[in-house]
């Protein structure tokens, strides 16, 4: 069996650490099986971000569909569910990568039951978790190292489980879900989603215009004269 070639979708801190995850599945695993890193994508090559690895980054979204001889499977590097979910349906829906063309990664050190657990495509589970049994982990979802997942428990399309978080038995964490450490709404089953996030923008938004329309309409005090 042949080592997949893996593209990773995003160049930041945690597109660097699916990298470290997918060699470190590699290194433990059986001779000629597991990944081979081919490269991040990103939507701008030509801007990218100031904590990008600019030397890895092989082009944008297109690049996928012109060189897809040059790799194998997929995964999503971007940890803000929001952008995760965009990215998603962006290829899926829009470049029509379906679930053969993700990646799936668990690390070996990660504690589960995988005769009792379903786990979607674009999946990353990194070392050091626990979770359990008859759990779901849909498309895009991640766990990150540290955390504790309990039975029964979901996670939505897209949720991100930041580093050290617990989770109880039969809780639902929403599709485009984040959830931190000692994060009281997701220890109730539910954490900030992606509607969330675009609500909580648009009122600031709207604070802020209408901050600057009362500076506006506020009468200009005349300078005092000098004294």
Same mark, same amino acid.
């Given at each position: #069996?042949?080592?997949?070639?893996?593209?990773?979708?995003?160049? =930041?801190?945690?597109?660097?650490?699916?990298?470290?995850?997918?060699?470190?599945?590699?290194?433990?695993?059986?001779?000629?099986?597991?990944?081979?890193?081919?490269?991040?994508?990103?939507?701008?090559?030509?801007?990218?971000?100031?904590?990008?690895? !600019?030397?890895?980054?092989?082009?944008? #979204?297109?690049?996928?569909?012109?060189?897809? !001889?040059?790799?194998?499977?997929?995964?999503?590097?971007?940890?803000?569910?929001?952008?995760?979910?965009?990215?998603?349906?962006?290829?899926?829906?829009?470049?029509?990568?379906?679930?053969?063309?993700?990646?799936?990664?668990?690390?070996?050190?990660?504690?589960?039951?995988?005769?009792?657990? !379903?786990?979607?495509?674009?999946?990353?589970?990194?070392?050091?978790?626990?979770?359990?049994?008859?759990?779901?982990?849909?498309?895009?979802?991640?766990?990150?190292?540290?955390?504790?997942?309990?039975?029964?428990?979901?996670?939505?399309?897209?949720?991100?489980?930041?580093?050290?978080?617990?989770?109880?038995? =039969?809780?639902?964490?929403?599709? =485009?879900?984040?959830?931190?450490?000692?994060?009281?709404?997701?220890?109730?089953?539910?954490?900030?989603?992606?509607?969330?996030?675009?609500?909580?923008?648009?009122?600031?938004?709207?604070?802020?215009?209408?901050?600057?329309?009362?500076?506006?309409?506020?009468?200009?005090?005349?300078?005092?004269?000098?004294?």
């Amino acid at each position: #069996m042949a080592k997949q070639k893996l593209v990773i979708v995003g160049a =930041g801190g945690l597109a660097r650490e699916l990298r470290w995850l997918a060699a470190d599945i590699t290194a433990r695993g059986p001779a000629n099986a597991g990944y081979e890193f081919a490269g991040f994508v990103i939507s701008d090559p030509a801007h990218p971000g100031p904590y990008d690895s !600019q030397d890895d980054i092989r082009g944008d #979204m297109a690049w996928l569909i012109d060189n897809r !001889q040059q790799w194998d499977c997929l995964l999503i590097g971007i940890g803000n569910p929001v952008f995760r979910l965009k990215v998603a349906a962006e290829l899926e829906q829009d470049l029509g990568f379906g679930p053969a063309d993700w990646a799936r990664l668990i690390h070996p050190e990660a504690l589960l039951d995988l005769e009792s657990c !379903q786990i979607g495509h674009g999946v990353a589970i990194f070392g050091g978790t626990t979770c359990t049994v008859n759990l779901e982990l849909a498309p895009h979802s991640l766990v990150h190292y540290g955390c504790t997942v309990g039975h029964e428990s979901r996670l939505g399309r897209g949720a991100v489980v930041n580093p050290g978080a617990n989770i109880s038995g =039969g809780v639902v964490v929403a599709e =485009g879900a984040l959830v931190g450490r000692g994060d009281p709404e997701g220890r109730r089953g539910r954490a900030r989603t992606a509607r969330d996030e675009e609500a909580l923008h648009r009122c600031t938004d709207r604070r802020q215009r209408h901050r600057d329309q009362c500076e506006e309409a506020a009468p200009r005090r005349p300078p005092h004269p000098p004294g």
